[in-house]
């Protein structure tokens, strides 16, 4: 029985299109840059979002039905919900989902009633799958939902919890590796702390690294060759997260030796959050060998909180498909980590919010690919740079010059003279050229 029966397969009609239920510039066939344009952008669905969310807030119920014609809570909601993700995919052309394991099924009485029912909706989702080209980006566990992780899970003061913790770790990535998920994430919701003085951060962050080796064990012996992902967010619902932005996830990464086998799970409005751009973070991630997927959504400049919206702001698309396009493409996809806003409650508005992030980064790439084939910014970098193509420049890039050299350098010039403009302005022209230039 088709859920989304009044509702068409969405096409691509070009920018000149006024059908609300049609691509303006995602065309997935296209070929942008050496590659089709949905293996540019291999788009993916939140289950949590897409499927669970129905606007309901701290002021009042939600205004959307996610019933899919099921009562909530049971397992034929469960099932009426891998209905109605699987005719939404096909009906956009996406490729990929991405799930929590709480967003699939209710949780039962127990653990193992609650693995049970795991067992049973990834064998339904696997039927799906067959005979499409629907596959799971990524999977995780919701450990940060329920009150036992209200101070955390890898954080937790208490073992009893840390155990829970560890058992329901296993089995998402057991579901991961079912499913044939490309990699699996973390995102320590509640890994970190409300105030320092009742927190012991080393010990917390050790049991945490501890947690994620013991996965990264686990999987790797079950068959899991994917990427493991670290997903930062500063801050909501801890007021301070360990995992703060890229910077500070890697660092802790390499600290604890788990580098080789993590990638970093880039959301945009966690970046934001932690008072940084997107491609800020993308770039963080890129030249530290450490960009995985992304989460591909947007923030509100005026709200202080993670909103989740659709993307839509195409200077920010352009800038970030330019960093992943110069870091080589993405190791995972583009997950839209992303929820129509609580007025927007119908059907209908499901399918044009994942319209408007898939023309939105579209759009994005097209323009990127026009900024590097225009060349003005990136030469103007290398010319930026370029008193370090001297003979001492190449010295000290090499590691072999020594300060006395320096010294004696700058004593003999007298007086350094002021560095070339940055041009910023003349930059940013450039961009918005591009952008709207014709």
């Keep these: 029985m088709s859920l989304f ?60 039905d996610k019933s ?25 052309g996406l490729e990929y989902f991405c799930f929590h394991d709480v967003d699939l099924v209710p949780e039962g009485k127990d653990l193992e009633e609650t693995h049970q029912r795991l067992d049973e909706i990834t064998d339904y989702i696997k039927s799906k799958m067959a005979g499409t080209p629907i596959k799971c980006l990524w999977g995780t566990a919701n450990l940060f939902g329920n009150p036992r992780y209200m101070n ?55 049991n945490i690294a501890a947690l994620m080796r013991m996965a990264v064990d686990y999987g790797r012996s079950i068959g899991f060759t994917g990427d493991f992902y670290i997903e930062p967010k500063p801050k909501e619902p801890m007021k301070h997260q360990y995992d703060f932005d890229a910077a500070t996830s890697i660092a802790f990464l390499r600290q604890y030796g788990l580098d080789r086998d993590f990638k970093l799970n880039i959301e945009a409005n966690h970046a934001t959050l932690a008072g940084h751009t997107f491609e800020h973070d993308l770039r963080v991630a890129a030249i530290n060998g450490m960009l995985g997927s992304v989460d591909a959504n947007q923030g509100d400049d005026m709200l202080g909180w993670d909103t989740d919206q659709f993307p839509s702001n195409v200077y920010s698309t352009t800038l970030a498909m330019l960093e992943i396009l110069r870091a080589g493409g993405l190791r995972g996809g583009l997950n839209f980590d992303a ?40 030469q103007f970098v290398k010319e930026r740079y370029a008193s370090f193509d001297s003979e001492l420049g190449r010295k000290i890039r090499a590691g072999k010059a020594t ?30 050229s591009v952008l709207f230039g014709g």
């Design 152 to 206: 955390g899970a890898g954080s937790s003061n208490s073992i009893d919890v840390y155990c829970h913790a560890a058992a329901q770790l296993k089995k998402a990535i057991d579901c991961t590796v079912k499913l044939g998920g490309q990699g699996y994430v973390f995102w320590g919701g509640r890994e970190g702390y409300e105030t320092l003085l009742n927190t012991d951060m080393k010990f917390e962050q050790e």
């Design 68 to 92: 899919f014609g099921e009562e909530v809570g049971t397992m034929a909601h469960a099932r009426a919900k891998v209905d109605a993700g699987f005719e939404f995919m096909q009906k956009l």
């Design 5 to 64: 029966k009044n509702l068409p397969e969405i096409k691509y009609e070009g920018p000149k299109s006024r059908n609300p239920l049609a691509f303006k510039y995602y065309d997935a066939e296209r070929v942008i840059y050496g590659k089709k344009m949905k293996d540019h952008l291999k788009f993916a669905m939140a289950w949590w979002h897409n499927l669970s969310a129905t606007g309901q807030d701290m002021f009042g119920p939600g205004t959307a």
């Design 403 to 432: 300060l006395e050299e320096l010294s004696k350098k700058a004593v003999q010039a007298g007086n350094a003279p002021l560095p070339g403009s940055g041009k910023q302005e003349y930059l940013e022209g450039v961009v918005n």
């Design 339 to 378: 929820k129509n806003r609580r007025p927007s409650y119908t059907h209908q508005d499901m399918f044009e919010g994942f319209i408007l992030g898939m023309d939105s980064f579209a759009l994005g790439l097209i323009k990127a690919v026009a900024l590097i084939e225009d060349g003005r910014i990136d």
